[in-house]
Structures are given as C-alpha cells and as structure tokens.
C-alpha cells in the first residue's frame, strides 16, 4: 500500500508541476504583451518556480502576479539596460552575416559577435534569476550577475546550448512554446542555484533551509 501511495504522489507532482509551467508559459507571455515589460516577467517567472515548484510553497498564479508586481520597475529598467548591448550584437551579426555571405575577410566577425550574442544572453538569464533570489539594486544586480556569469562558463554555456536546444524544439512542436517559460525556468533554477549558493553565507544557506524545512513539516 505505501508503494502504491509514493507512485501515486509522484504521479501527482508530475501533473501539478506540468499544471504550474502551463499557468507560468500563459502569464509569461501575456505579461510580456508590452515587449518592455519582458524582464520583469523572467524575473517573476524564476521566483515561482523556485517557490512553487522547487520548494512546493503557495500557488503558482498567485506568486507569479506578486513577483512581477514587486519586480515590475526594477526588472524593467534592468531589461532596458541589458537590450542596449544585446541589440547592437544583434544588428552586429546581421551586418556581418551578410559580409560571410559575400565572401569578405570582414565577415569572418561574425562568428566573433555571435558568441558576445551568446554570452550576454547568458547575462539575461543570470541577471533576472538574481532579481528574482536577493533584494538588490538595478546597478548591483547587473554587475553581479555579469560577473557570475563570466566566473561560471561552464554553466553558462550549458544554459545557452539548452536554451537554444529548447527553442529550436518548439520550432517542430509548436504547443509546447507555452511550456517554454515554466519549463526553461526550472531549467535555470536547477543550474543557477547552485551557482547562487557558491556566493551565499553558510547563514544564509542554513536559514533558506530552515524555511524550507519548517513548510514542508
């Protein structure tokens, strides 16, 4: 009977983890409608999940409208700053792109702006999960979150390659892009809280499991 129980019970975290990505994938990109308001959205979805479905505290809707509430200028501003460098690397490798087709020495740039593309996307994925985890300046976090993300290559790119693994996926498989914010975030939440912890006082560490511990209990 215990046996039968424990498979029923994971049978059940699958399905209320698969539920929760569902409603995190919808509010994603319905709060992302704006464009600008994208950063504040990553920011709200990777503190759901490292609430909700890591930690299996609250509901996933509820935190969700809490986080990006909260986040909502800050994550903003971050955003903005982080698209300056991330658009012109864009335009960079389009130019460039373009002189690869043509045959000039000039093109071989690209190849050069395309892992900087790389790496700031990478950024992005730190910088939002940090506003998510600390309370934090915009200035702070930025500076922060690029230099953990220059000190852990390893996991940077492991992010970028799933990331672009994901999403050419769901170029095949249309209906799962709504499962892409939800299922991304977890994604970067089991790689970057180990990153996070690196960084974090024994104090710190002790006290989140503590909370943890005490809501499970």
């Given amino acids: 009977m215990p ?3 424990n498979y029923d019970n994971k049978i ?3 399905v209320n983890t698969a539920v929760d990505m569902l409603i995190l ?3 994603w990109f319905v709060t992302s409608i704006p464009l600008v308001t994208i950063g504040a959205s990553t920011t709200a979805v990777y503190y759901t999940v490292n609430k909700c479905i890591r930690n299996k505290k609250s509901y996933a809707y509820v935190e969700y409208w809490k986080a990006f509430k909260s986040n909502l200028k800050k994550s903003t501003l971050a955003f903005i700053v982080w698209l300056i460098p991330a658009a012109f690397l864009v335009a960079d490798c389009m130019l460039m792109k373009q002189q690869l087709k043509a045959g000039t020495y000039l093109g071989m740039m690209y190849y050069f702006f395309l892992v900087l593309s790389g790496a700031v996307l990478a950024w992005a994925f730190y910088l939002f999960s940090y506003m998510a985890r600390f309370e934090c300046t915009v200035k702070e976090a930025l500076k922060k979150s690029l230099f953990m993300m220059l000190a852990n290559l390893g996991w940077s790119i492991l992010l970028v390659a799933a990331f672009l693994f994901i999403l050419f996926w769901c170029r095949d498989i249309l ?3 709504v499962l892409f914010p939800g299922g ?3 994604i970067k939440n089991y790689c970057l809280e180990r990153v996070f912890k690196k ?3 024994p104090e710190d560490i002790a006290r989140e499991l503590e909370v943890n511990r005490t809501y499970a209990s």
């Fill in 199 to 201: 960084y974090m006082t």
């Fill in 3 to 5: 046996r039968g129980l």
């Fill in 25 to 27: 994938g919808i509010f």
């Fill in 175 to 177: 209906w799962l892009v």
């Fill in 184 to 186: 991304f975030g977890c």
């Fill in 12 to 14: 059940l975290s699958i």
